[in-house]
Every structure is written in structure tokens, then in C-alpha cells.
């Protein structure tokens, strides 16, 4: 059976990087899951989530032209929770203070607007500063 994009295999972990871990697919492929794609959570040393020899279901990202395989443990778990909460319908308590739980995208995506928010007011201060646009005049 081919493998193909958005597909979820099941394969063993054949080796670990720093920057992820290396899993071996039917048909003799192989193919990475990037450290990112392992969990939510953030991952500093892989060797703590996931261990040479262990099964693990993957799903299948892309398929490169040149062979390789982009593949994530994050997603397969994100899909079986999702079908694990659907009959659970919970009511968000009053009393109790919103908190996030915020996975690694979202925080990025929170840290960028912040940080073209704080350049763009530094430019503008900037800018105040020099008497408009254009440059330092004598």
C-alpha cells in the first residue's frame, strides 16, 4: 500500500536528532517527524517524549519530490482528542479565571503581533524624533 499525504501509519522510531526523530514507515521508507511536530507542548531534548524502538502513529504531512516524508505525532493526537471530547460538552466554569492553554503556534503568532506592534512604535517614536520623514537635517 502506497503512502500517501494526510494519511495516518502506524511506524518505530530508528533513530533521534536534535531536531527530531527519524521514523521507519512500511515499504522500507523513512521519514521525519521535526521536533515540533511531536506535541503541543515545547520540546527541548526529544529523547524525553519519544525513545529508539517505540511504535508510534504518525501522519503523513507531505511527500517531497526528492522522497522524503514530513510526518507529525502532534496531529494524529490533536485528531484522536478531537474524537475522544466530541461527546463531552463541558460548560466553561464562571468563577474561575480564563487560562489558555496556549500550544506553540499560538504563542509565536502571539510574540510576532507583539513584536511588530513594539517596532512599529519605535519607528514612529523615531520618526517623532527626527521631525518627520526623511533624513537628519543640518
Known sequence: MAIEV???VRGKVSGLANFGAFIDLEDNKTG????????DKYIKDISDELEEGQEVDVKVLS????????????KTKQAQQ?????PKVEKPKKEAPKQKSQDFDSMMNSFLKDSEDRLSSLKQQTENRRGGRGGHRN
Open 32 to 39: 521525519l517527524v521535526h521536533i515540533s511536530e511531536v506535541s
Open 63 to 74: 511527500i517531497a519530490d526528492d522522497g522524503k516524508i514530513g510526518l507529525s505525532i502532534r
Open 82 to 86: 478531537a474524537s475522544d471530547d466530541k
Open 6 to 8: 494526510g494519511q495516518t
